[in-house]
């Protein structure tokens, strides 16, 4: 089980990226993925979680109407679109899988990728 995470970049306040969690070794449809974030001195987060048997979404209170977490099984990739950025998403961003998981508890994860740097700022 491979999960590798891409689309990190800087971006302007109010600005957007789309960050891409493409996995090897598994089908991401059958499994629940989530996307997390882990600014310097905070603990790690979850930010949206898509389920793997009906593809429902849960997204952080804070994120909610400007991220959408989507996924492609064609490719096996799942995406987060981030519109309307702020400062306070800076952070690094890591997508993690598990079977059967609803939640956006890291530690109910066991499969992580490696992370991709967001950073906000004019």
């Known amino acids: 089980v491979q999960l590798q995470a891409s689309g990190g970049g800087l971006v302007q306040p109010g600005g957007s990226l789309r960050l891409s969690c493409a996995a090897s070794?598994?089908?991401?449809?059958?499994?629940?993925l989530g996307w997390f974030r882990q600014a310097p001195g905070k603990e790690r987060e979850g930010v949206a979680l898509?389920?793997?048997?009906?593809?429902?979404?849960k997204y952080k209170d804070s994120v909610e109407g400007r991220f959408t977490i989507s996924r492609d099984n064609a490719k096996n990739t799942v995406y987060l679109q981030m519109n309307g950025l702020k400062p306070e998403d800076t952070a690094v961003y890591y997508c993690?899988?598990?079977?059967?998981?609803?939640?956006?508890?890291?530690?109910?994860?066991?499969?992580w990728g490696q992370g991709t740097q967001v950073t906000v700022s004019s």
């Open positions: 993690a899988a598990d079977w059967a998981v609803v939640t956006l508890t890291p530690g109910d994860y066991d499969y």
């Open positions: 070794g598994f089908r991401l449809d059958d499994y629940a």
């Open positions: 898509i389920s793997g048997n009906d593809g429902r979404t």
